[in-house]
C-alpha cells in the first residue's frame, strides 16, 4: 500500500534553487519521500524525523532531520492520518504532543488578552460608579446656587399648568403657610416663591431651589390650611434635600457628575431647562418620597404644626379617589398612600411632645375667595 | 502549499511570454512601470493607478466575493475594489503607492504568499487573491483581522513603507508589530508580549510580532504607527 497516497507539500534544502520547491509528498515504508517539480528527491527516515506543527495555518506538518538541514512540510488535512497509519503510531502521540503544546502557547496569549479585556472592562465600570458615586456623595459640597439655577431654567423652560392666581387672600394665604415653615428647614440658602396656579388638579410641586406651584384643586379640596401645609412640608422637603438634582444625575450619570466635579453647572442648567418640560424635575423615587414624608414631619412638628394633618390628607385623598378623578394626578406621582399614612404616624410617634397652634388663616374667607375668582 | 505539484508551467499564449514592468525609483519612491501589449491583463489595488496612456482600459471589479470585500473593507485595509487594466494597442501604465517606500515584485510560480493588510499593490491575471481570517491575536497586534493571500502563477507585486528586506527564518524571529508586509505560509505568525506584562504596556515595545519557520519573510523598515507618533510629537 505504500506510495498509493500523494500529497501536495514542499522541501526545504540547501541544494534547491532558492532553498525551497513544492514537493509531492510520499509515505514510503521506511520514510518521508518528497519530489520536487524538477526531479529532486528528498527522504527522511522515520527514525531520524522531528516533528513539528505550525505554518500560517497553524496545522502545517513539519518533518525535520535531526540535522534541521532537510524539512518536508505538508498541510494536506489527511496528512497526519497517513502518517500515523504508514509511520506507527509513536508519530501520532509525538504529533498530539506538539499540537498540544503550540495550542498552549497560543492559550497562554489568550488567557493574558481575556484577563486584559476584563481588567480594562472592570477599571471602566468601577470608574463609572466611583464617579457617579463621588458625585452623589459630594452633592453636599455643590452650592445650593446650583439647584436655584437648575430650578429657575426648568421653571422658565415650562409653561405654567393653568392661569396664574394673583390674588391676594389666596397667594397671601400660601406664602403664610410657606412662611411659617421656612424657618426650620433644614438646608439654608433657598428661596422660596409661591405661585398659584388656576386647574382643578389637587396638586403641588416644589422645584429644585424653591419656586413652589400649588394648584387651587389642592385648596379647594383640603378640609383645613394646616392640610395644605403639611402637603407643602412635603414639596418643601424635595427642594431641602435637594431630590430634583439628584435625579438628574442619577438619570444622565457620568456627563453630569463630571460636570459637578469639575465645577461646571452650565451644563447642567441646560439640561435642567430641557428637563422641566417634563415631570423629571418633579417625579422622584419612592425613597424620595418617603424621605420627603418623613422629612415634612420633622418640619410641621418643629414649626407647632400637628403632622398628622399630612396624614388626615392622604386619608381624605384615599377617601375621594373614585369619587374625584383629579385625585389620581397627585397619585400618579405620590402611590401608596396607605404606606405612607403609616411612615407618618410612625414618625410622629418617635417625636418629643410639642404644643401645636394652628395656622392664622380664616380657611373660610379663603375657601369663599376660590369661589369668587373662579377657582376650578 | 495546496497546489499540486503537477500545475502547468507557465503557458505561452500566442504573445510574448511575460509583459514587460520595471520597478523605478527605487528604494524610496517606487513606482512600476508597464509595457501592456494587446492581450495583457493587469490587475492593480484600486487606487495605486498614477498614469496611464490614454488607450488603456480600466475595468472595476470586486476583488473575491461581495461579502469578503466588505468585511476586507472594514477590517483588512484593502481596498474593496480591485481595477483591471488592459489595452487595444501598445500603451503604458504606471503604477504606484501612496507613501513612500519601495515595491518588490515576485514570480508565484504556483506557490502561495501571505500579505499584510494594506501591502498588495497589483498582480497578472494567473494570481489568485484571496481572504484568509489572520485571528484575533493579529487584530489586538494591530496587524488586522484579515490577510490577503495571494497564490497561483504570475507575478506579485507589494508596496512597502521604507525599504524592505527579506529574512530566512529558520527557528524564531521578533519583528516589532508593524513591519511585517508578507510570508510565506509555512510561516506561523503569532502576537506577543516584548517583555513582562509590565514592560510591554509601559516600555515602549508593547506588542511584538513573534515569527517562527522555517520560510522567508519581509519586512518594512519603517512602519505606520511610527510615523503617526513622530507626527504627532511634531505637530
Ligand atoms: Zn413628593
Redesign the pocket.
Known sequence: MYGAEEFAGGVFHQSIEGGRATATIELTASGVKAVTSTGQTFEIRYQDCALDVGGASGRMVFLRTMDRRLTIFCEDRRFPKALEMDAGPEFAEQLATVQKSRWREGFQWRMWLAVGTAVCLLCLVGGYYALLWTAKSSIGAIPVSADIQIGKAAFDARTLEGPQVTDRVVVDAVKAMVARLEPHAELKGLTFDVYVVNSSDINAYCLPGGKIVVFTGLLKTAQSAEQVTGVLS??MS?AIKRHGLRHVMESMGIVVAVELLVGDVGGLVSLAADLGKSAALTS?SRDA?TE?DVTGVKMLHAAAIDPLELAGFFELLKQQQPEFTAAIQWLS??PQHDERIATVRGEVAKLPPQEYRGMEIDWEKLQQRLQEIGAE | MSQPHSVLPPVCRNRRFIIEATTRNRPSFANIHIKLEPGDKIIAEADAMASMSANVQMQTRWSGGVMKAVLKRVFGGESLFVNEFSAPAPAELVLTQPFPGDIESIDLKGNTLFLQPGAFLACEPGVTLGLGWAGMASFVGGEGLFRLKVSGNGRVWFSAYGGIFTREITDEYIVDTGHLVAYEPTINIRVGMAGGIFSSFFGGEGLVTKVRGPGRIYMQSRNFSGLTAWMNAHL
Do not use: G, K, P, S
Open positions: 412635603h414639596e424635595h422622584y418620597e420627603a406621582t405620590h
